[in-house]
Protein backbone atom coordinates (compact mmCIF):
# COMPACT_ATOMS: atom_id res chain seq x y z
CA UNK A 1 0.00 0.00 0.00
CA UNK A 2 1.14 3.72 -0.78
CA UNK A 3 2.44 5.52 2.37
CA UNK A 4 2.81 9.25 2.78
CA UNK A 5 4.82 10.48 5.65
CA UNK A 6 3.46 13.71 6.73
CA UNK A 7 6.71 15.22 8.35
CA UNK A 8 6.93 18.32 10.50
CA UNK A 9 10.07 20.46 10.45
CA UNK A 10 12.08 22.12 12.59
CA UNK A 11 10.97 26.18 12.94
CA UNK A 12 14.67 27.09 12.58
CA UNK A 13 14.89 25.50 9.33
CA UNK A 14 17.66 22.91 10.77
CA UNK A 15 17.17 19.63 9.84
CA UNK A 16 17.04 16.46 12.39
CA UNK A 17 18.27 13.40 11.47
CA UNK A 18 15.19 11.05 12.17
CA UNK A 19 13.58 13.65 8.74
CA UNK A 20 17.06 12.99 6.78
CA UNK A 21 16.72 9.29 7.64
CA UNK A 22 12.85 9.01 6.01
CA UNK A 23 13.79 11.46 3.03
CA UNK A 24 16.17 8.87 2.11
CA UNK A 25 14.13 6.23 2.15
CA UNK A 26 11.46 8.13 -0.31
CA UNK A 27 10.23 7.83 -3.63
CA UNK A 28 9.02 11.40 -3.69
CA UNK A 29 9.10 14.12 -1.86
CA UNK A 30 6.56 16.56 -1.61
CA UNK A 31 7.93 20.47 -0.39
CA UNK A 32 6.58 23.52 -0.13
CA UNK A 33 9.07 25.09 -1.89
CA UNK A 34 11.97 24.37 -4.49
CA UNK A 35 14.98 26.12 -2.47
CA UNK A 36 14.27 23.74 0.80
CA UNK A 37 13.14 20.84 -1.46
CA UNK A 38 16.76 21.00 -2.59
CA UNK A 39 18.52 21.91 0.56
CA UNK A 40 16.84 18.24 1.97
CA UNK A 41 17.72 16.40 -0.58
CA UNK A 42 21.03 17.58 -0.40
CA UNK A 43 21.20 17.04 3.52
CA UNK A 44 19.52 13.48 3.27
CA UNK A 45 22.57 12.73 0.21
CA UNK A 46 19.33 11.82 -2.09
CA UNK A 47 18.89 14.22 -5.05
CA UNK A 48 18.05 11.66 -7.09
CA UNK A 49 14.91 11.60 -5.30
CA UNK A 50 12.16 13.34 -7.71
CA UNK A 51 10.51 15.80 -6.05
CA UNK A 52 7.15 17.76 -6.80
CA UNK A 53 5.89 21.22 -4.96
CA UNK A 54 3.00 22.08 -2.93
CA UNK A 55 2.33 25.72 -2.11
CA UNK A 56 -0.18 28.63 -2.17
CA UNK A 57 0.40 28.84 -5.63
CA UNK A 58 -1.00 25.35 -6.40
CA UNK A 59 -4.51 25.37 -8.25
CA UNK A 60 -7.47 23.26 -7.49
CA UNK A 61 -6.37 21.22 -10.27
CA UNK A 62 -2.89 20.39 -9.31
CA UNK A 63 -4.07 18.93 -5.95
CA UNK A 64 -5.32 15.50 -7.38
CA UNK A 65 -2.39 15.35 -9.97
CA UNK A 66 -0.17 15.62 -7.20
CA UNK A 67 -1.93 13.07 -5.53
CA UNK A 68 -2.14 10.62 -8.18
CA UNK A 69 1.62 10.95 -8.15
CA UNK A 70 2.12 10.24 -4.58
CA UNK A 71 -0.46 7.03 -4.83
CA UNK A 72 2.08 5.75 -7.30
CA UNK A 73 4.75 5.84 -5.13
CA UNK A 74 5.68 3.51 -2.42
CA UNK A 75 6.72 5.98 -0.27
CA UNK A 76 6.10 9.98 -0.41
CA UNK A 77 7.43 12.60 2.38
CA UNK A 78 5.47 15.86 2.14
CA UNK A 79 7.08 18.36 4.16
CA UNK A 80 6.66 22.06 4.64
CA UNK A 81 9.11 25.01 4.94
CA UNK A 82 8.88 25.50 8.75
CA UNK A 83 6.70 23.74 11.05
CA UNK A 84 3.76 20.82 10.10
CA UNK A 85 2.21 20.81 6.68
CA UNK A 86 -1.67 21.42 6.96
CA UNK A 87 -1.22 23.68 10.14
CA UNK A 88 -1.69 27.14 8.86
CA UNK A 89 0.85 25.10 5.83
CA UNK A 90 0.03 23.71 2.64
CA UNK A 91 -2.28 21.55 2.42
CA UNK A 92 -5.13 19.58 3.59
CA UNK A 93 -6.84 18.98 0.85
CA UNK A 94 -3.52 17.13 -0.68
CA UNK A 95 -3.86 15.02 2.40
CA UNK A 96 -7.57 14.42 1.96
CA UNK A 97 -7.18 13.51 -1.49
CA UNK A 98 -4.55 11.18 -0.79
CA UNK A 99 -6.70 9.50 1.65
CA UNK A 100 -9.39 8.89 -0.90
CA UNK A 101 -7.13 7.32 -3.06
CA UNK A 102 -6.57 4.71 -0.45
CA UNK A 103 -3.14 6.34 0.59
CA UNK A 104 -1.76 5.35 4.23
CA UNK A 105 -1.24 8.23 6.25
CA UNK A 106 2.04 8.57 8.50
CA UNK A 107 3.21 11.34 11.11
CA UNK A 108 6.69 12.31 11.99
CA UNK A 109 5.37 15.05 14.59
CA UNK A 110 7.54 18.56 13.98
CA UNK A 111 7.31 21.78 15.43
CA UNK A 112 4.07 24.24 14.90
CA UNK A 113 4.93 27.90 14.95
CA UNK A 114 1.22 28.17 17.22
CA UNK A 115 1.83 25.82 19.52
CA UNK A 116 5.47 27.39 20.12
CA UNK A 117 3.71 30.89 20.10
CA UNK A 118 1.34 29.77 22.53
CA UNK A 119 4.27 27.85 24.66
CA UNK A 120 5.95 30.94 25.76
CA UNK A 121 2.94 33.69 25.61
CA UNK A 122 1.89 33.05 29.02
CA UNK A 123 -1.53 32.87 28.17
CA UNK A 124 -4.01 30.25 29.00
CA UNK A 125 -4.01 28.09 25.99
CA UNK A 126 -6.17 25.25 27.83
CA UNK A 127 -9.11 26.37 24.83
CA UNK A 128 -7.68 29.06 21.77
CA UNK A 129 -8.90 30.39 19.11
CA UNK A 130 -6.83 29.86 15.54
CA UNK A 131 -7.86 32.57 13.19
CA UNK A 132 -5.05 31.93 10.07
CA UNK A 133 -3.70 34.96 8.18
CA UNK A 134 -6.04 38.24 8.70
CA UNK A 135 -6.89 39.22 4.85
CA UNK A 136 -5.01 41.52 2.70
CA UNK A 137 -7.91 44.14 1.63
CA UNK A 138 -8.49 46.98 4.08
CA UNK A 139 -12.10 46.33 4.81
CA UNK A 140 -11.89 42.89 5.72
CA UNK A 141 -8.90 43.09 7.76
CA UNK A 142 -10.64 45.47 9.78
CA UNK A 143 -13.37 42.92 9.99
CA UNK A 144 -10.33 40.49 10.90
CA UNK A 145 -9.65 42.54 14.13
CA UNK A 146 -13.23 42.86 15.30
CA UNK A 147 -13.42 39.29 14.99
CA UNK A 148 -10.31 38.97 17.05
CA UNK A 149 -11.87 41.80 19.31
CA UNK A 150 -14.89 39.72 20.04
CA UNK A 151 -12.95 36.57 20.75
CA UNK A 152 -13.17 35.51 24.60
CA UNK A 153 -10.37 32.91 24.55
CA UNK A 154 -6.45 33.42 23.85
CA UNK A 155 -6.16 33.70 20.37
CA UNK A 156 -3.60 33.05 17.59
CA UNK A 157 -3.10 34.31 13.96
CA UNK A 158 0.10 34.52 11.69
CA UNK A 159 0.83 37.15 9.07
CA UNK A 160 3.39 37.55 6.31
CA UNK A 161 7.12 38.75 7.76
CA UNK A 162 7.60 42.04 5.66
CA UNK A 163 3.86 43.25 7.57
CA UNK A 164 5.34 42.86 11.22
CA UNK A 165 5.35 46.63 12.15
CA UNK A 166 1.76 47.34 10.33
CA UNK A 167 0.64 44.50 12.27
CA UNK A 168 1.35 45.77 15.41
CA UNK A 169 0.17 49.41 14.86
CA UNK A 170 -3.16 47.69 13.93
CA UNK A 171 -3.19 45.81 16.99
CA UNK A 172 -2.51 49.10 18.81
CA UNK A 173 -5.32 50.11 17.45
CA UNK A 174 -7.84 47.86 19.45
CA UNK A 175 -5.34 48.39 22.46
CA UNK A 176 -5.03 44.08 22.85
CA UNK A 177 -2.42 42.60 25.07
CA UNK A 178 -0.01 40.34 23.43
CA UNK A 179 2.36 37.73 22.85
CA UNK A 180 4.78 38.64 19.62
CA UNK A 181 6.79 35.95 18.63
CA UNK A 182 9.46 36.19 16.26
CA UNK A 183 11.83 33.84 14.29
CA UNK A 184 10.73 31.32 16.36
CA UNK A 185 13.06 28.44 16.98
CA UNK A 186 16.12 30.69 15.19
CA UNK A 187 19.49 32.09 16.72
CA UNK A 188 18.13 35.55 17.00
CA UNK A 189 13.79 34.30 18.54
CA UNK A 190 12.74 36.95 20.19
CA UNK A 191 9.59 36.92 22.38
CA UNK A 192 8.11 40.25 23.33
CA UNK A 193 4.53 40.82 25.74
CA UNK A 194 2.23 43.62 26.34
CA UNK A 195 0.06 45.88 25.34
CA UNK A 196 0.76 46.61 21.12
CA UNK A 197 0.91 49.93 21.96
CA UNK A 198 4.10 49.29 23.96
CA UNK A 199 5.47 47.24 21.34
CA UNK A 200 5.49 49.19 18.47
CA UNK A 201 9.22 50.65 19.11
CA UNK A 202 10.48 47.07 19.37
CA UNK A 203 9.09 45.98 15.86
CA UNK A 204 10.59 48.90 14.19
CA UNK A 205 12.22 47.80 10.61
CA UNK A 206 11.83 43.64 11.68
CA UNK A 207 11.19 41.82 8.67
CA UNK A 208 11.55 37.83 10.02
CA UNK A 209 8.68 35.40 10.60
CA UNK A 210 5.99 36.10 13.68
CA UNK A 211 3.35 34.53 15.47
CA UNK A 212 0.86 36.65 17.55
CA UNK A 213 -0.96 35.44 20.39
CA UNK A 214 -3.80 38.01 21.80
CA UNK A 215 -5.07 37.38 25.41
CA UNK A 216 -8.11 36.40 25.91
Given at each position: MPCILVAGAPLSGAFNRELLEKIAKADLLVAEERKSAL???TAAKRRDIPFILLNE????????????????????????????PCIADPDY??????????????????????????SVSGFD???FN??????KQAAARADFYKELACCPFTAVFLERPYALERTVKELAEHNFFVSISISLGGVDEKNLRGFAKELIGEVKGIKAPFTVVKRG
Open positions: RLLHSTTKDIPAIAELAAKKDFTVFVSDAGTRFIDACIALGVEMRTLPGASSITAALAARFFGFPP
